[in-house]
């Protein structure tokens, strides 16, 4: 499939950016399935403010498997086993 530059409006600054051909094949390499609704300069600036400093917020866990203490990045409900680092990845891998 031969792609063609596309302008598209930017959703935070309204201002028009080119959605280049090479872009657009790279989108559909990784599975993509949406094009870049920001421009690359409020796409840099949304990605800045996402990196402020905040901390992900994590959750200590015993593992139901090895019973290790271990972290996770959500806070888990209690209706499902919850696995350390390396029982997920062992697990992961059958």
């Known amino acids: 499939m031969a792609f063609q530059d596309q302008i598209l409006a930017c959703r935070d600054c309204s201002k028009d950016f080119t959605w280049t051909a ?4 790279f989108y559909q390499q990784k599975g993509f399935q949406n094009a ?29 498997e090895c019973g290790r203490k271990d972290t996770v990045p959500f806070q888990p409900r209690g209706d499902r086993p919850v696995l350390c680092r390396d029982c997920f990845r062992k697990n992961r891998g059958n």
């Open 22 to 25: 090479s872009e657009q094949e």
């Open 36 to 64: 870049p609704v920001r421009c690359p300069s409020c796409r840099a600036l949304k990605k800045a403010r996402m990196g402020d400093g905040r901390q992900r917020q994590s959750f200590e866990i015993d593992c139901s």
